[in-house]
């Protein structure tokens, strides 16, 4: 294979990169009046995403997957052989001009055969092919993978039609045994070239609520975030999938009662000089969190001397104070989002009950809609949650309506009160969370005043899924007011960024 140098242009993160193949998928799987591809598939170029290990590239396939409604299958290229990913060979007799031969053919691929599984589970027609590592093969799979880019084959067998192929690999800074692609496999791709970048990650930290103290510190530290270092002792790394595991293991270690130390830390950060780090600062984060009385604050208790021990603290720890605020608010806000999805979908079959006024056939619609995207493999597992709690609420409406003999508009008035609870439930969550937010923006008025650690903290509320949901639907004074400053002094910045630059010109023309 030659060399791909310079093929990628230039660089997206993550969620550039999710965009772009999210439009590509819409744009290749559109269809004309006559229901075929407005795209025909040999015009439909592979995607392939080149970057470093463990920055989220299965994920956003799973994401993608799920938002645009189709199947995935994906694989690691680097587990298979040959004769997985190409099929076995066996002898078949031919007949050619009277004569006969024998012809050697080869049975289907095992990954061509999981799309069709794939499509018999779920029932989805379309959906993306995802092979990622695919230029660390072997070099008995390196004509297989050149040829699956070039011609959407493996083997004898082609992908089937509706399957967009996206495929994923790492540059050779990151892997020894990766191989260049030659300009004849690169003219029939989209070479996409992704780098690790923390803002972007940080979004999607706080929405699957990775470990507050991790985010901490990387907000202190974000060129902590992803390192590859070779030294006379060997490659030392820390890559986003090392701190997204780390801080699921922090959290049972916290539930348990136990501490983690910096040999655990550094199974997970593979680079000791922040493995060592994080470790320290872990220390310091459960110190602050106990000193502080984090719970207290949100419900509007703390002294004098919290407030004056702020005043005179160093940034870190100013800003390590804020993140955890910022971490106990997003408990608060996802606690919500979930408690009103439920009270959502359940009034839907509310609804539903109201015209029908049978139970039975409610529950039985609820249960087939549960078990039908879960077929399809269109739920995350927050929302599989959140469904089947649906279903179990409403399994409970029809065995309490049986047990009191209630049937047709009385029962749906006995439904109704309950469901009246799980509304008042969320009304009350709802004034919580407010509460909390409003001692929030109250502590950091006493602590910071209209400082930089303010703007963080509504910065942190604008990029949060779960705060974004909340404030959508629940006024606080205090957040629309420091917002609109920001907004303001944003604009501000770029009105006179866009000046400098006019002035730059000017001075250019004159000379």
Not at 24 to 43: N, W
Not at 61 to 84: D, F, N, P, W
Not at 356 to 372: G, H, M, P, S
């Amino acid at each position: 294979m030659g060399d791909a140098g310079g093929a990628g242009g230039n660089n997206m993160n993550i969620k550039q990169a999710k965009n772009e193949v999210k439009n590509t998928v819409k744009a290749y799987l559109s269809k004309d009046a006559h229901g075929e591809y407005v795209i025909p598939q040999i015009r439909q170029r592979p995607m392939l995403l080149i970057g470093p290990p463990g920055v989220g590239k299965t994920q956003i396939m799973e994401q993608i997957a799920r938002e645009c409604k189709i199947g995935l299958v994906a694989y690691t290229i680097t587990h298979h052989t040959r004769q997985s990913a190409v099929g076995l060979p066996f002898i078949k007799e031919r007949e050619y001009d009277g004569k006969s031969y024998s012809v050697t053919e080869y049975t289907m691929s095992e990954i061509i055969a999981s799309v069709y599984e794939k499509m018999e589970a779920t029932g989805l027609k379309e959906g993306i092919l995802f092979i990622d590592e695919i230029n660390c093969v072997s070099e008995t799979l390196a004509p297989t993978m050149l040829q699956f880019l070039q011609c959407k084959t493996f083997g004898n067998q082609a992908v089937p039609k509706g399957w967009v192929i996206v495929a994923a690999g790492n540059p050779p800074e990151y892997n020894k045994s990766v191989r260049d692609f030659d300009m004849v496999t690169l003219d029939r791709v989209r070479y996409i070239s992704i780098e690790a970048d923390y803002q972007v990650w940080k979004e999607y930290a706080r929405d699957v609520h990775i470990h507050d103290a991790l985010l901490s510190y990387l907000e202190l530290h974000p060129n902590n975030f992803y390192r590859v270092e070779t030294d006379v002792d060997g490659m030392n790394f820390v890559t986003a999938r090392g701190w997204e595991d780390l801080s699921e293991l922090l959290k049972v270690y916290e539930e348990l009662g136990k501490k983690m130390d910096r040999e655990v830390v550094h199974q997970y950060i593979q680079h000791w000089k922040i493995a060592k780090d994080f470790a320290n600062y872990l220390e310091l984060y459960r110190k602050y969190k106990k000193d502080y009385g984090l719970e207290k604050i949100i419900e509007g208790v703390y002294t004098k001397d919290t407030l004056e021990r702020l005043q005179y603290a160093a940034f870190d720890e100013r800003l390590s104070v804020v993140n955890m605020l910022i971490g106990r608010l997003g408990t608060c806000f996802k606690d919500y989002f979930l408690k009103d999805r439920f009270v959502t979908i359940l009034y839907e079959y509310l609804k539903l009950l109201r015209s029908n006024l049978q139970i039975d056939l409610v529950v039985c619609e609820a249960r087939d809609k549960y078990e039908k995207l879960r077929k399809e493999e269109q739920m995350t597992k927050q929302e599989d949650h959140v469904r089947k709690q649906v279903l179990d609420t409403l399994e409970s409406y029809e065995q309490l309506t049986k047990e009191e003999h209630l049937d047709g508009e009385a029962a749906f008035e006995r439904v109704k009160e309950l469901f009246g609870n799980e509304v008042a439930g969320r009304e009350e969550l709802t004034e919580h969370t407010l509460a909390a937010l409003e001692h929030a923006f109250e502590f950091m008025e006493a602590a910071f005043g209209d400082s930089q650690e303010m703007v963080s903290f509504v910065t942190e509320l604008n990029t949060n899924y779960y705060s974004i949901q909340f404030l959508r639907e629940n006024d606080c004074d205090k957040y629309y007011q420091y917002n609109k400053k920001l907004l303001f002094d944003k604009q501000q910045e770029e009105i006179l960024s866009e000046m400098d630059e006019i002035e730059q010109d000017l001075n250019t023309a004159v000379k």
